[in-house]
């Protein structure tokens, strides 16, 4: 079955960087939103038939919006020349959501966000969250200079308390944020959140590996390159494998070059998805036998022992049974 669908209203689109806009979704009929935790994301409709995904922005507790933030890219790929185009004030799209595979740990005693470009959306959101509730937080927010940096009003009474620091590189690598110092050294009950390009996803993993396991959370809003290279995160030099549904018992073979859900498609059965790159979570699914691979960017140690996102995951073992 298809991801279920809301219609809204786009209230506002608002300037907020060189070429960053921040869009404003309500209600058409004025009703509630359906809620949202901090780290939330929605899934945007597009003319194209297809969703993007795209990271909430606004203090979960406001329950009549949704605000969310789009850097437009030159290639127009990730869908954004689309929302640029034509996500004009008053015009009435379809979302599905909300959902959230980077949610704020409860546990936490200290959260330090680290957010390089666009990367900012979610983490406004887990700002707006703590601050209102009173939590201990610090933000680094890298860009490339002023003009690139969004939400630069909502910051400023945070940057001016010194919870938030600005790093502007000026596309110098040598001028960047020294994340592998900042990571050193870990407090007892820091929670460590990032999100941004590649290249800065890669050093805070790095950086961070000897912090323990459950304490570290990010959210990527692009595969790496590897990931690109493969077709629909389907890694053809991977070998071939079977699936069984456990509800019906069928068996299939899952070949190079088709992804889990292709298969399950091809048998008629229908999947929900949306990404299809292993970054959303729309098609996690139970598995209950077997070894997966997993190539998704969302599920930790702990859910990988119970789940698997069957856009992109391959198997170990020569059959993988589904809780289908």
């Given at each position: 079955m298809g991801?279920?669908?809301?219609?809204?209203?786009?209230?506002?689109?608002?300037?907020?960087?060189?070429?960053?806009?921040?869009?404003?979704?309500?209600?058409?009929?004025?009703?509630?939103?359906?809620?949202?935790?901090?780290?939330?994301?929605?899934?945007?409709?597009?003319?194209?038939?297809?969703?993007?995904?795209?990271?909430?922005?606004?203090?979960?507790?406001?329950?009549?919006?949704?605000?969310?933030a789009v850097q437009r890219e030159t290639d127009g790929s990730s869908g954004s020349r689309a929302v640029f185009d034509l996500m004009q004030v008053?015009?009435?799209?379809?979302?599905?959501?909300?959902?959230?595979?980077?949610?704020?740990?409860?546990?936490?005693?200290?959260?330090?966000?680290?957010?390089g470009g666009i990367g900012i959306t979610p983490m406004m959101s887990m700002l707006r969250h703590l601050h209102r509730a009173g939590a201990d937080f610090n933000m680094h927010y890298c860009t490339r200079n002023l003009a690139k940096t969004a939400f630069r009003e909502a910051l400023a009474p945070h940057i001016e308390t010194g919870r938030v620091l600005i790093h502007h590189d000026e596309g110098d690598p040598e001028k960047s944020l020294d994340i592998e110092t900042l990571l050193r050294e870990r407090s007892d009950g820091t929670h460590?959140?990032?999100?941004?390009?590649?290249?800065?996803?890669?050093?805070?993993?790095?950086?961070?590996?000897?912090?323990?396991?459950?304490?570290?959370?990010?959210?990527?809003?692009?595969?790496?390159?590897?990931?690109?290279?493969?077709?629909?995160?389907?890694d053809t030099t991977k070998a071939e494998f079977q699936?069984?549904?456990?509800?019906?018992?069928?068996?299939?073979?899952?070949?190079?070059?088709?992804?889990?859900?292709?298969?399950?498609?091809?048998?008629?059965?229908?999947?929900?998805?949306?990404?299809?790159?292993?970054?959303?979570g729309t098609c996690r699914t139970r598995y209950l036998g077997g070894e997966p691979e997993h190539n998704d960017y969302v599920l930790n140690d702990h859910e990988q022992d119970e789940f698997v996102m069957i856009c992109s995951a391959r198997s170990k073992t020569p059959l993988l049974v589904l809780d289908l």
């Open positions: 991801i279920a669908k809301t219609q809204v209203r786009v209230r506002s689109v608002t300037y907020l960087a060189d070429e960053i806009n921040a869009y404003e979704l309500v209600d058409p009929n004025g009703a509630p939103l359906a809620p949202f935790t901090a780290g939330a994301h929605i899934d945007v409709f597009l003319p194209d038939g297809k969703a993007r995904q795209y990271s909430l922005a606004n203090d979960p507790a406001e329950t009549h919006r949704y605000e969310f008053g015009r009435i799209i379809s979302i599905g959501g909300p959902r959230n595979n980077f949610p704020l740990s409860d546990s936490a005693e200290h959260s330090l966000l680290l957010a460590l959140y990032f999100c941004g390009p590649t290249g800065f996803m890669k050093a805070a993993k790095a950086a961070s590996e000897h912090w323990p396991a459950d304490a570290v959370h990010c959210e990527y809003f692009k595969p790496d390159e590897k990931a690109q290279s493969l077709s629909h995160g389907v699936i069984k549904l456990a509800g019906s018992g069928a068996v299939y073979d899952v070949p190079h070059g088709k992804s889990i859900v292709q298969v399950l498609r091809e048998q008629g059965i229908e999947v929900e998805t949306s990404c299809e790159s292993g970054l959303c």
